[in-house]
């Protein structure tokens, strides 16, 4: 069973620009969340998804940040208007159950 | 609101060296709780957990017990190896989206 599985690794974009981020959760998982890591920091919640939906999105700025989780393909994350503050690690993690979640490698943007 | 404390670190040990990481935590309700462990480059891992007051968790010689009257979840090992090295974060869970709040992570550094 491959793990979760996020693109790109890394992401260069500069300011004003586009971001999309995929996750692609572990076969057989309907649950996935989104989490943010800044420098020096720990992990912050920003989005949990189910299948269609958005569940809870009290962790996500309210301005230029998207997330969705379509019925077919993986869950992305889009940030619109990049500025240089959402240089961060940014990780998936899905779930089979509420009980454990498994943690994909990450995207590491920097916007320049 | 919820809240995961961890010791200030870095922490650096001499191989086979007892460790001790502490952590506490603010919850509302009945968290489960976790150690996740990350390596340079790469996304989080869950080392180990519990669900209940007195539970302990344990793995690779790593092992943590859920102390409700201290609300603390203290993560220890016997002897640690070079390839301890990391980052360690504590976590908790609570209610039906069981989003993880994290600690601030602490980094190990183990020589030889």
């Known amino acids: 069973n491959a793990g979760v599985m996020q693109n790109p690794r890394h992401l260069v974009r500069r300011r004003g620009q586009e971001a999309r981020l995929r996750c692609s959760p572990m076969?057989?998982?309907?649950?996935v969340y989104w989490y943010r890591q800044l420098p020096e920091e720990g992990l912050k919640f920003m989005v949990y998804?189910?299948?269609?939906?958005?569940?809870?999105e009290s962790g996500m700025p309210k301005e230029r940040f998207s997330a969705e989780f379509p019925k077919e393909g993986p869950s992305i994350l889009r940030i619109q208007q990049v500025v240089r503050g959402d240089s961060a690690a940014y990780f998936c993690?899905?779930?089979?159950?509420?009980?454990?979640?498994?943690f994909g490698p990450g995207t590491r943007l920097l916007v320049l | 609101g919820n809240s995961v404390t961890q010791m200030e670190g870095p922490v650096t040990l001499s191989e086979e060296a007892f460790l001790t990481i502490n952590c506490t935590y603010t919850?509302?309700?009945?968290?489960?709780l976790f150690w996740y462990v990350q390596y340079p480059g790469e996304g989080l891992q869950l080392l180990l957990k519990?669900?209940?007051?007195?539970d302990k968790g344990s793995n690779k010689g790593f092992e943590a017990t859920y102390r409700k009257e201290t609300t603390s979840f203290h993560l220890e090992k016997g002897s640690v190896q070079v390839s301890d090295s990391a980052v360690y974060f504590c976590?908790?869970?609570?209610?039906?989206?069981?989003?993880?709040?994290f600690g601030k992570g602490i980094t190990l550094s183990v020589r030889p």
């Open positions: 993690a899905s779930s089979p159950d509420f009980e454990t979640q498994y």
């Open positions: 976590a908790l869970a609570t209610g039906a989206n069981s989003k993880l709040t």
């Open positions: 998804l189910q299948k269609e939906n958005i569940i809870d």
């Open positions: 519990a669900t209940k007051a007195d």
């Open positions: 076969k057989g998982h309907s649950h």
């Open positions: 919850a509302t309700g009945y968290p489960s």
